[in-house]
């Protein structure tokens, strides 16, 4: 049974990887932090938790989490940047599910994140938590940084195009939507159910810190720079997102056929049949990445929907995932849970 | 392996039972049928069960549900009266998630749902298929009337205090609230996005089906006629119902204890902690009831809060439940979902 | 022209008055106080008013509140208290949507609200401003109460009965479901989306502040202290409260009948026809209080359903009703709005 | 005093336009047909609108229209095109809210509509009701076909670039989100709350019958034809469209000024100060159209937001709109209205 802790888990992925461990079989959570909740018990702040978790919080120093096997990090950006190089002396691995660790080019990740990094030589060493591309690293990892929620969608949706070098790289658009529940449960005005609710608008027009993540991601694939315009909206919904991803054909390839082909061993990547509209709800709750390409009109340019669970596939599933993989484990265990639908 | 099939499976009744089977692990979906859907695989209508459910929609006459060991009827009022018996001649045990068996005086049934019954014989020998009451009957029953789900949630509210004796049972009020999908996936008008989104109102005041069989179960654990009024409500959620209970104490009694007492060895119905409001999305997607009491002010008018999944401990799950009840099995057997929140 | 003045006016209600003053015609809008945004043009705040509103909002020390004709409070309770005595002084007419002028028992009022009460003697001047009860002292009095959004649909719908005297006045209940904007535009983790949304809870069980508003209405009306039990919902949509009222008639009367002759002449009160069960989107955005009165199965339990929109009749919109009077306008002047549906 | 009378009016642009009739003060309702409701009040339909539309729903044979002074056609495609012939030689203007008039190539339309026009002679009489670019062709019209939802979000969005040359006229990407009253108000399953709430998803990308009318539009401007790729999306939101518009701009120009004179004039297009995102809810219920442009990284893709309240400004509003410039009234009577907000 693998020993696992969480840091800060009383956000929207701390309880999402307490639902997942609850019935994951093969790992115990044995600690959650919370500085401010400490004493608390989980399942006072989560009814859903109750007869299933029945730790409290804790404070970091009563945590013991350098006895743990694995140690998830479901705090805000620059935390576990401090804390993981701890961790990871004492043998612990680390899965971050914030953004210490994403972005290869310090530099550039010092300039979206608006802080200095306290760790340069870990990000070195992570390993960029995408299984479906960096499945084998997975396995042999230390450390890892897991995706983020936007990133997850769009590079799962442009893989096959841009490794086959089927479109034009320096042009691609994104357009994204997500559900609230992706800016967390800090208490903020924009994301009160009177400002976000029958409501839709654009956000981070100008520069949003998952354009650097999902560029990387696709340059990796492309093996040069690409030119990406990425644009997230608020959608009022709780979970889920939506890609919209766009982009111009170089050669005149079978898209649907590239795309079975790519994800043909994939079990968290559900290629749709030709002319399917995936539904954010089909993943509700599950680590499912669904996805459909178009040609409207026949034409040149290639559409590609790709659907995931922000909370699940987006973050704390794809964290259960990658720690499958880190502890040989077969990968999908504690992840067959069935959509929720309606 | 226990050979399932399901009658009338478009509906949201349908999609939850196979969402509940396709993990159960001792049980297997053989036959799902649908008249006008013959022919198209399941996971077209619902892509959520992509890749678990593989089967497509047939006819009754193509189904075999004479072979299967128990039939779910998930059809409208009327159907399983004039199917059942059949079934249950081949040795098919059958559940009813609608009401066709569930009022036991065929007479005032028929008011309620305006038409004859085609099989008053088997009302009679039918069990009302809620555990925390029938537990015994409905492990030895041929035939189960599922309850529905604003049944499900005021009896469990009201039993502890009118098995005990401690109300006054000629003026009970129950006000509840039920999310969308209680009205099924019919197109109709009313539940449109458009017309009960953003909207609360209430709905049949003047009477409701659910009326006298709330009234039947409360008469039968008070051993007499009870006084009940009665008014649903629609509330723009999916899933879910709130009923909110009152009475007059007739006994100066510890209510908690008494809520506690009633459920300590029911794994389904959860008594919260004394000043507690249980929400209905902590049980989203789970088979449990959360019930909280309260004494506003310390009067005499007991207040009970009871949520459940209409959908799930409302319908499909306790189903489930008293199939593993009938089969001998774990009574939580595919039910051990953690709740989805948020 | 009536020179307005608003303090506190970053909330719902104050963004909703502004709605209202906007096309009102007899009323200019000349300060806005916020200490936190001062500067900040308000349709920076609020895009709905670009082209509407060109002031910005205020520090108090800048606002000239004295030079106004009438100053609204759309403030947090305990601030009028402590503002309101001045402005009469200096000849203001003031109009408090928050509580602090609501309840004549000041020692009730202390302890509900939980704090001392700075302007005790403002208390017993103030006019609770229910127009269908109070019209012809709200036209001659200096400083308004304006009603809670509950008390106003609680009232509204119980009064009939009440001032009839064909109800037993000592077991009323008051079932009543709120959206989430009147909790306000506060920063708060419970009316996030997330937590808010596709949810339903009760809140307040125990004790909410509008139960001795409601009830000192009542006994008003009743001449004797009424038995209340008031118990509060949050329901998952924007605007909108709907009140069930339950009370036992102890007189065979014509219920339909008698709020048909109690609201024959009040323009915003709209008593539907028997049968009826009012929509809360049918008065979105208007001053409209829509009732229905049921007697379930002819039986001596009347219901009562209520439903306005808590910022309108439920504040912004019965206070412009309320200035309308105190001033000799008409009282429907810029209250015309017709209600948004869908 | 206008006489204007609806035919169809049971659909949510029928009931917008009883909205916004109700109060314009120079047009007076004086029929409105539907065969399935005819002889039910308007206001047993349409509760908010009691006490403001006393007239009943009327047979066509019944309703007089070539008594009115104009008609509006709120009815599904194709039934305006058998009808407004002859009213229009009876001297009544009609304005189609449908789709009959508004694509000019008559085999096109037959395509994408799937049926053989009835008067192709009148769609080349027919005007684009968009008064932002026909104002003046507008006044002096018979026959309005008045524009699509999207297509007046998408072409206000596009016509500042186009109309400069300033962008690649061959790349258009198109991205738009609609809520769920644009799929109208008809019994179906997609668009039930349960269907279409808390859930995103795209549809149409093979080809929706907007397309057509975005590029005859945006062809009309550029004086050649254009290159567009259309995506809408359902959001689980009622009223809003919120387009988000993509194009490679081919001048290094400053297009926060091109969009500020294009609109300059326009009392309908609120140009947003640079680095704005309108949202959706800033236009719900006003026959505005808020936009706003961006360079993200200051590159040479510019994205254009641009929501509209697809009911008003998408359909109603603008037929009014139209009506106003048609019979010489103040281009803005009787849309004044505030967005409703929260």
């Known amino acids: 049974m693998i020993k696992v802790g969480i840091v800060g888990g009383t956000g929207y992925t701390g309880v999402e990887l307490m639902r997942l461990l609850?019935?994951?079989g093969g790992a115990k959570l044995t600690a959650i932090t919370s500085r401010k909740e400490a004493g608390m018990p989980v399942s006072d702040?989560?009814?859903n938790l109750r007869g299933l978790v029945d730790i409290p919080f804790s404070t970091p120093a009563d945590a013991a989490l350098e006895d743990c096997d694995v140690v998830f990090f479901?705090?805000?950006n620059g935390i576990?940047?401090?804390e993981a190089g701890a961790l990871l002396a004492a043998g612990v691995r680390v899965i971050d599910l914030a953004a210490d660790f994403r972005i290869k080019d310090v530099t550039e990740w010092e300039k979206w994140y608006g802080m200095s990094h306290a760790s340069p030589q870990l990000v070195a060493e992570a390993v960029y938590g995408l299984p479906e591309v960096n499945r084998e690293r997975i396995r042999g990892a230390r450390l890892i940084a897991n995706p983020g929620c936007y990133p997850t969608a769009a590079q799962l949706g442009y893989l096959p195009l841009i490794e086959a070098g089927v479109v034009d790289n320096?042009?691609?658009i994104a357009d994204c939507k997500?559900?609230?529940?992706?800016?967390?449960?800090k208490a903020e005005v924009h994301t009160l159910m009177c400002e976000a609710g029958d409501n839709f608008k654009a956000y981070g027009v100008s520069g949003h810190?998952?354009?650097p993540e999902i560029s990387q991601g696709l340059a990796n694939a492309a093996g040069a720079p690409v030119g990406l315009t990425f644009v997230p909206h608020l959608t009022p919904m709780i979970r889920g997102i939506h890609a919209t991803l766009y982009a111009r054909l170089t050669k005149d390839v079978d898209v649907q056929a590239l795309f079975e082909q790519r994800y043909a061993r994939e079990a968290f990547v559900d290629v749709m049949p030709a002319g399917s509209t995936p539904e954010t709800r089909s993943v509700r709750g599950a680590n499912t990445c669904r996805i459909a390409v178009h040609r409207p009109q026949g034409g040149n340019t290639v559409v590609v929907l790709s659907v995931i669970d922000n909370l699940v596939k987006g973050a704390a599933g794809q964290a259960v995932q990658n720690m499958?993989?880190?502890f040989g484990l077969p990968e999908d265990q504690g992840l067959g849970i069935v959509p929720l639908l309606p």
Chains 1, 2, 3, 4 share one sequence.
């Open 178 to 185: 997500s559900g609230v529940s992706g800016a967390g449960r």
């Open 74 to 76: 479901a705090t805000p």
């Open 45 to 47: 702040m989560y009814p």
């Open 80 to 82: 576990a940047m401090q």
């Open 209 to 211: 810190r998952h354009l």
């Open 22 to 24: 609850a019935r994951h």
């Open 324 to 326: 499958n993989l880190m």
């Open 170 to 172: 320096t042009a691609l």
